[in-house]
Nanobody
């Protein structure tokens, strides 16, 4: 099994920044993908950004130019740096781990951006 613990959410004003962290533990494969997703009230969960174990990032259009995903494989941590936040970024942000065997989600962390 794999465990995911997100942290770093909170309340921020529009234009501000937040840094989300996803700590991954357990039976981690050397080949995996860790992604950040978000879900706003009444909306479907959507991809924000993801990064492979080899360090290749992929971004949804909503975060391009504002969000940066990175990972420290030695610490099994994936970071989502979010800058220039907008009220429409308000959502619960989830970390997701995927490999050939498993697909796990974290509990989520709330991000609220005030106007």
């Amino acid at each position: 099994q794999v465990q995911l613990v997100e942290s770093g959410g909170g309340l921020v004003q529009a234009g501000g920044s937040l840094r989300l962290s996803c700590a991954v533990s357990g039976s981690i494969s050397s080949i995996n993908v860790v992604g950040w997703y978000r879900q706003a009230p009444g909306e479907q969960r959507e991809l924000v950004a993801r990064i492979t174990s080899g360090g290749n990032p992929n971004y949804a259009d909503s975060g391009k130019g504002r969000f940066t995903v990175s990972r420290d494989n030695a610490k099994n941590t994936v970071i989502l740096q979010m800058n220039s936040l907008k009220p429409e970024d308000t959502a619960v942000y989830y970390c997701r781990y995927s490999d050939r065997r498993y697909d796990y989600w974290g509990q989520g962390t709330q991000v609220t951006v005030s106007s």
